[in-house]
């Protein structure tokens, strides 16, 4: 199953749907998105739905909690993310998520047109590895199961990078 983010806005208000299975390799082009978001004059709110999110990835919801943090520092107000799945809803709340978004399940109908931003497969071993540290690290700071949960990848892939590092100057 293959997934997709797609992104849409009117009048400062952003509509950022996940589709199928997001993972990983759609998270370099979601975090630029997101930055050029919040750094539009004309910005004003985001709406994420996850309603038809089939499978979304820890890198992928890293991701998401660092375009919650950008908004409430920004704005003073957390987003508003639409869920409709149990499963997901589970994760979401277990991982902290109800402190950093508005979650509800479903929302009036709004027309937006959406544009699906690029997959981006080719991602460098380095640059994939920094992103998934990166998103991790976030996760981490958000309560203590989630610090328990990624501190060993964390360290793993921090220390792979070290050893890379070192190697390369060898």
């Not at 957390?78 to 991982?95: D, E, F, K």
Request: hydrophobic share 45%; proline share 2%; glycine share 6%.
């Amino acid at each position: 199953m293959t997934g997709s983010i797609n992104v849409g806005d009117s009048d400062g208000t952003h509509i950022i749907r996940f589709e199928g299975d997001v993972r990983v390799g759609l998270c370099n082009a979601f975090d630029n998105y997101c930055q050029s978001m919040l750094g539009d004059v004309n910005f004003c709110a985001v709406i994420v739905d996850l309603t038809a999110t089939k499978v979304i990835d820890s890198t992928a919801l890293g991701s998401l909690a660092k375009l919650s943090l950008g908004v409430k520092a920004l704005k003073g107000h957390v987003p508003t993310l639409i869920c409709n799945s149990p499963n997901i809803q589970r994760i979401l709340q277990n991982m902290g998520f109800d402190d950093v978004f508005a979650i509800v399940s479903d929302v009036e109908n709004c027309a937006f047109e959406l544009q699906t931003l690029p997959a981006l497969s080719d991602l460098a071993v380095d640059g994939t590895r920094d992103k998934v540290i990166e998103a991790h690290r976030l996760l981490m700071s958000m309560n203590d199961a989630n610090k328990t949960a990624f501190k060993q990848l964390v360290d793993a892939l921090e220390l792979e990078a070290m050893e890379q590092t070192r190697s390369s100057w060898d």
